[in-house]
Nanobody, 117 residues
């Protein structure tokens, strides 16, 4: 079983920065894919950034050059540095993990990010 706990959300003005962090516990491998999704009311959850099992990174086009995902395998954490935030980045952000062995997916409880104009 895997547990994911996010922290770091909050309220920020447009142009500001926030850093989200996710701590993972349980049966975790360094080859598991980890990342961040976000969701706004009435919309589907969408990928923001992902570190794949091979260590490569994927970003949504809307956040490229503004957001940076990083992973610390020794601490079982994944962070999302968000710069130049815009009101359209307002959403609940969810930490995500997909196991390499079984492709089972896990989600955190979500953290709210609100960007005011």
């Amino acid at each position: 079983q895997v547990q994911l706990v996010e922290s770091g959300g909050g309220l920020v003005r447009a142009g500001g920065s926030l850093r989200l962090s996710c701590a993972a516990s349980g049966s975790i491998s360094s080859t598991d894919a980890v990342g961040w999704y976000r969701q706004t009311p009435g919309k589907q959850r969408e990928l923001v950034a992902l570190v794949t099992h091979s260590g490569s990174t994927n970003y949504a086009d809307s956040v490229k050059a503004r957001f940076t995902i990083s992973r610390d395998n020794a601490k079982n954490t994944v962070a999302l540095q968000m710069n130049s935030l815009q009101p359209e980045d307002t959403a609940v952000y969810f930490c995500y993990l997909r196991t390499w062995r079984t492709s089972r997916e896990y989600w955190g409880q979500g953290t709210q990010v609100t960007v005011s104009s």
